[in-house]
């Protein structure tokens, strides 16, 4: 498996410049080629493209001073985001062509399989990368003794602050998903709720209104400044840090939340939500934003992957409609919190009710087997949810096995 650490580097002024002008060479190589595949009949296959990288540096004199493999992974990443354009476009999305880069727009660089290597020099952990040199690094967690590095992202972040990711192939046997699965559970996603699952458990959404409110402090301020002056600058780092510290925050609960439902239970079954589809429809979009269900998916999806644990995402529509015990459909606005069906009576939490119908059809969807119990004799009213903070605060519980 293939896993992604972060790591905090501290580079010296003189490699900080060295970082941003490798930086910047690679983004004008990413339009030059951008411009090439613009003015082609015919796209070209990527390591044709690749191919022509030596031809270039014969009259390119900056490109001899950057690494090859990075050069290389950046005619990757223009054929990664055409691929990502065809297919937002098979999915009936409406596209545009893709821009030349700005300056702010392109920060990061990618060793990919050499020019890098980790070392400790004078007892202290250091990252060293061709073409630019030794950078202190803070390993606050240790890389997995059986993983390897094949790949360094180096990345300076709006805040001012670099760091490091590596992608870590691990060799290690993940757990066999269990045939007939015994603990399983069916989640729906909400705002105020954040998610109800089929056990009865409800989960508060994160309140970050007082994060919200320091931003948009520090962005009233902001807009007072002149632009490109030094104290615009500066209260632009501010900014950048608010918004790093709201993204910090949120992305530690979901992990913490993934992480519960991946280890508790042998069968997780969600909606599979367009995540961005809902985020550009009108009304309360700031929002669904803010709840990340995409990224919590992701989360669950690659964590349920390592522990052995089966993952279906299932259609969600009428999931909120449809009665879990009868399958009878009764139309509810947004604000009727309850579900009562006309049809056999059966009452429980709307958000409760929809989580039942996630999780029948996420067993019907895998053709697994389970002994289950009907809806009406387990469904449970939520009198007291589970607030977000005790996620939060709970702390990230290091590896363990399964309970």
């Known amino acids: ?12 002024e003189s490699v900080q410049i060295e970082l941003s002008w490798h930086i910047d060479t690679c983004r004008q190589l990413y339009n030059h080629v951008l411009y090439l595949l613009n003015e082609s009949d015919d796209i070209p296959a990527r390591s044709e493209v690749q191919g022509r990288l030596p031809d270039l540096k014969s009259w390119w004199d900056d490109l001899g001073k950057v690494h090859s493999k990075v050069l290389q992974m950046v005619v990757k990443r223009v054929y990664d985001n055409l691929a ?6 098979e999915n009936g999305r409406a596209v ?29 952990p250091t990252l060293w990368v061709s073409k630019i040199g030794e950078m202190p ?14 790949q360094v992202s180096i990345k300076q972040e709006p805040t001012g602050e670099w760091f ?5 192939e691990v060799t290690e046997e993940t757990p066999d998903k269990p045939e007939t699965p015994e603990k399983v559970v069916g ?14 458990c409800a ?20 807009s007072r400044k002149e632009h490109g002056s030094k104290s615009w600058e500066h209260q632009r780092i501010v900014v950048a840090r608010r918004y790093a510290e709201l993204k910090r925050k949120r992305r530690d609960f979901l992990h913490k939340l993934s992480n519960y439902y991946a280890r508790e239970y042998d069968l997780v079954a969600v909606e599979d939500l367009d995540a961005k589809g809902l985020v550009e429809l009108p009304g309360n979009s700031r929002n669904r934003a803010g709840a990340a269900w995409g990224t919590f998916r992701q989360m669950l999806e690659y964590k349920c992957e390592r522990e052995g644990t089966h993952f279906v995402a299932v259609n969600p529509r009428g999931t909120t409609k449809e009665c879990a015990s009868c399958g009878v459909e009764t139309d509810k606005p947004l ?5 009562s069906c006309p049809s056999c009576g059966f009452e429980a939490d709307r958000d409760a009710n929809a989580a039942w119908n996630i999780l029948s059809r996420g067993l019907e969807k895998l053709g697994v087997g389970h002994s289950e119990s009907t809806p009406v004799e387990t469904a449970l009213p939520v009198d007291t949810p589970v607030s977000a903070k005790r996620v939060m605060e709970s702390g990230s519980p290091a590896r363990k096995e399964r309970t």
């Not at 990502?84 to 476009?89: D, F, G, M, R």
């Not at 690094?137 to 094949?150: Q, V």
């Not at 729906?188 to 089929?198: N, Q």
């Not at 604000?335 to 579900?339: A, G, K, P, Q, S």
């Open 203 to 222: 989960i508060e959404s994160p309140d970050f209104s007082e994060e919200r409110d320091r931003i948009d402090r520090a962005q009233r301020a902001l």
């Open 1 to 12: 498996m293939h896993y992604n650490y972060k790591y905090r580097l501290a580079p010296s």
């Open 137 to 150: 690094i803070h390993l606050h967690r240790d890389i997995p003794e059986n993983g390897t590095i094949k």
């Open 96 to 124: 545009g062509m893709l821009k030349w880069k700005r300056p702010r727009d392109f920060r990061s660089l990618t060793y990919n399989q050499s020019g890098f290597e980790l070392k400790n020099t004078s007892g202290r």
């Open 187 to 200: 989640i729906d996603v909400g705002i105020l709720t954040y998610a109800h699952d089929t056990d009865g």
């Open 84 to 89: 990502t354009l065809k297919a937002q476009k």
């Open 164 to 168: 490091a990711t590596f992608s870590i």
């Open 335 to 339: 604000w009727v919190r309850e579900h």
